[in-house]
């Protein structure tokens, strides 16, 4: 079987500096007794957005999956990095959601504004952090709409061989949505 080797393509990203709301743990802390991963932390890598889907994800993760000693990567793509009206609003709600992943789990957050494509530049991301799971919500359309336009969840899903990715369903999932 031979091997299809795919073109790596450079991509823009700028690091979103956070507040920085942890405390210095000093080395010698209780967490010396915890061994491995525990003691090491996992990473988790979330997708947002400014959608409802991507909040109720972001909230199922800090509730579900995180613990102290891990450390959330919030990865928010966009068309342009270097615009600055998109790059501040980006910056505004990736602050606010270090806020509350450290008020709610106390958890470390690293924050990243990608540029390009959705589902490729989360692909990126995890291939280049090796997180312990991929966490994004749906955008919540219907089943056909999805059919015919495709899905950024779906697409991860089927192309992130990194890390397991968890898809989190809408708060309203349970119910029919009108197409």
Known sequence: MDRVE???EEYGWKEVVLPNLIPVIPEHSGLDRETGERRRGRDILISIDHGPNSKHAFDWALIHLCRLADTLHLVHAVSNVNNPLIYETSQTLLEKLAVEAFQVA?????ARIVEGDVGKAICREAERLKPA???MGTRGRGIIQSVLQGSVSEYVFHNCKSAPVIIVPSKDAGEESVI
């Open 106 to 110: 106390m958890v470390k957050t690293v």
């Open 133 to 135: 799971a991929v966490v």
């Open 6 to 8: 795919e073109e790596v």
